[in-house]
């Protein structure tokens, strides 16, 4: 059964591409390639294409027949959005509303949607659940709760299904090492540490010791790239049950200070990471932390992979082997 993957190019969507395999779906990934890598697509065929075009996405829908869309294409750096809000609003929002109405038109309405913990914004080191009200603080978290808001109305109006998933911190890699995390600028902190590690930049830069947390620097709940994109099959599953129309915080509850990502990476490395404390970073809320178990109980969804060991040892593997080449 073919299953459209959006941004299937990219560091989650090819591990999703893999999972899908895996149980036994043709991922169709349709990506433009702007942050995805033409290497990372293993597991199916692909379509170049942009979701602001909307030939480019009728094609998909000539060539293949999707029986349900994983929609992970989006520009994601807080940075980026902070600086070119606009870039946010017409790539992820009106992307997606090309897509969705494409959903629509063709009786495809079984729709995972990768949303962000970033809907929520800062709510004062409390822990989230799916409840929470959502104040992004940036154009991408705003982007990512405009598109929840469409997937609601399309619903409503033209019975699209849709689950939709709250990421909090995705890191690690593919176990075996054949997809992995490899962003063209990296902006995220594991990658950036395992890049000094590996002697690619001469330190980590940490952003912020002023925070109000025990160690000063933000919180963040990491969940294993493995264990989330099982929750999405489960999730697909659960769609072409006939279930739908619900959201789940995906992240292990367990927050982790930014000098503890690096003490971890320390030690899982056996190397030294050199580090310079820096200003804060424009956007940054200071804890993100799940405060769910939905997606446990109502998926059966378990978070098997993702200590931090193991998900810096899985990111590490891949790192020195990592080979996509444009
Ligand atoms: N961070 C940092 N130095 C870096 C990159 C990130 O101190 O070079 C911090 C960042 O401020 C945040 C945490 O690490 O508190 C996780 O950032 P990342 O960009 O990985 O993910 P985000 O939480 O922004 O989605």
Redesign the pocket.
Known sequence: MDILVTGGAGYIGSHACKALARAGFTPITFDNFSTGWRDAVRFGPYVEGDLTDKSSIARVFQEHDPKAILHFAAL?R?DEAMSNPGLYWRNNVLGSLNLIEAAVEHGCLDFVFSS?C?TYGDQDNVVLDESSPQEPLNAYGASKLTVERILHDFGVTHGLRHVIFRYF?VAGADPEAEVGEFHRPE????P??LDAVAGIRDG?????TDYPTEDG????DYVHVSDLVDAHVLGLRWLMEGKGNEVFNLGTGSGFS?RE?IDSARRVTNRDVPTTL?D??A???VK?VSGSTRAEEELNWQPRQSTMHQMIEDAWRWHQVADYRE
């Open positions: 994601s807080v962000t970033a911190n902006t995220h902190l594991i950036i540490v980590v830069t940490i952003y912020g620097t933000c919180i963040r930014v990502v820096g804060r970073r956007g940054d809320a993100l």
